[in-house]
Nanobody, 129 residues
């Protein structure tokens, strides 16, 4: 498994931006696909974005978030990022970073929480109106 630590959450006004970071250790970072999910109380964990292993050149996003959120990774720093722009109050949630050692070319494979074997503790994002 991988140890993941998220940071960068906080309180921001609607229309603002935040960048979340996810520092990884314990496994070759480049070989994992990295994902971001979010969760609000009483709801299931929701897929946000994923960056495929190695270069992260292949990405996947929740349709509702395309164009506002950008996932990236820096393998030299063992860190994944989630840039969140034009934030809305409905983006308020606990954001989780996850790592998957599995490989699949199936479309939207990494949108499923079950394919990830490691999770961070989460970071709270609150967007005020």
């Amino acid at each position: 498994q991988v140890q993941l630590v998220e940071s960068g959450g906080g309180l921001v006004q609607a229309g603002g931006s935040l960048r979340l970071s996810c520092a990884a250790s314990g496994r070759t970072f480049g070989s994992d696909t990295m994902g971001w999910f979010r969760q609000t109380p009483g709801k299931a964990r929701e897929f946000v974005a994923a960056a495929m292993r190695w270069t992260g050149g292949t990405t996947d996003y929740a349709d509702s978030l395309k164009g506002r959120f950008i996932i990236s990774r820096d393998n030299a720093k063992n860190t994944a990022y989630l840039q969140m722009n034009s934030l809305k109050p409905e983006d308020s949630a606990v954001y989780y970073c996850a790592a998957s050692g599995r490989y699949s070319s199936e479309k939207h494979y990494y949108s499923r929480p079950m394919v990830y074997d490691s999770w961070g503790q989460g970071t709270q994002v609150t967007v005020s109106s």
